[in-house]
């Protein structure tokens, strides 16, 4: 990896396995972890190929494999990684920084009809990096597929900044809303969920 994340440089030690047994202890009480698993379903066709940008534990990867989904899940944290694979088999996956994404080089040459960049992912990638992520993401993705990209307005990367990178990134801005259940955006709003385009070829 070309520069440390966020992710470690930003959290103290034991945050990863913190994280890990969050997720777990949510799975266990029933919470609902497939919000954002919930959106891609509905704008992609069935059995598409999905990739999720900084998968963590794997939670929206295995709402999506559960949908009928094909899916890659790729996260810079090697822990994050592992926990995934044990506690959801089924879907990829792989460890790689955002920042340096070459899916083709791992085996995953096809490209994806979606992306998504779920749980405040793009603060905690290398500060400097978001223009690379997103640019690196939407290679991934076909002509006119689709990044759905959500994180937290408060977190250091105005979205301003996130519309001109991904404009650089050749995306289109389509929708944004305020939550993953669709609510609507407002400019006061703590939290983006923006959906964007790669154009047709």
């Given at each position: 990896m070309s520069k440390p994340t966020r992710w470690v440089t930003d959290t103290k030690p034991g945050h990863s396995q913190w994280y890990i047994d969050r997720f777990r202890r949510l799975a266990a009480e029933g919470?609902?972890?497939?919000?954002?698993?919930?959106?891609?379903?509905?704008?992609?066709?069935?059995?598409?190929?999905?990739?999720?940008?900084?998968?963590?534990?794997?939670?929206?990867?295995?709402?999506?494999?559960?949908?009928?989904?094909?899916?890659?899940?790729?996260?810079?944290?090697?822990?994050?990684?592992?926990?995934?694979?044990?506690?959801?088999?089924?879907?990829?996956?792989?460890?790689?920084?955002?920042?340096?994404?070459?899916?083709?080089?791992?085996?995953?040459a096809e490209p994806f009809d979606a992306a998504v960049i779920a749980g405040n992912v793009l603060a905690f990638v290398a500060p400097g990096t978001e223009p690379a992520v997103l640019t690196r993401v939407a290679a991934h993705v076909r002509?006119?597929?689709?990044?759905?990209?959500g994180f937290g307005t408060d977190r250091g990367y105005p979205l301003t900044d996130f519309d001109a990178d991904a404009v650089a990134a050749g995306l289109r801005l389509e929708h944004r809303f305020a939550t993953w259940d669709l609510r609507p955006w407002r400019e006061d709003a703590d939290f983006a969920v923006t959906v964007l385009r790669r154009p047709p070829a």
């Open positions: 919470a609902d972890l497939a919000g954002e698993a919930r959106l891609l379903d509905a704008m992609v066709p069935p059995g598409s190929r999905i990739l999720d940008a900084g998968s963590g534990t794997g939670r929206v990867d295995a709402a999506l494999a559960v949908r009928g989904h094909s899916v890659v899940g790729v996260d810079a944290d090697p822990a994050l990684v592992e926990a995934a694979r044990a506690d959801h088999p089924g879907p990829r996956w792989l460890v790689g920084d955002l920042a340096e994404l070459d899916l083709a080089a791992q085996g995953e002509p006119d597929g689709i990044v759905v990209v």
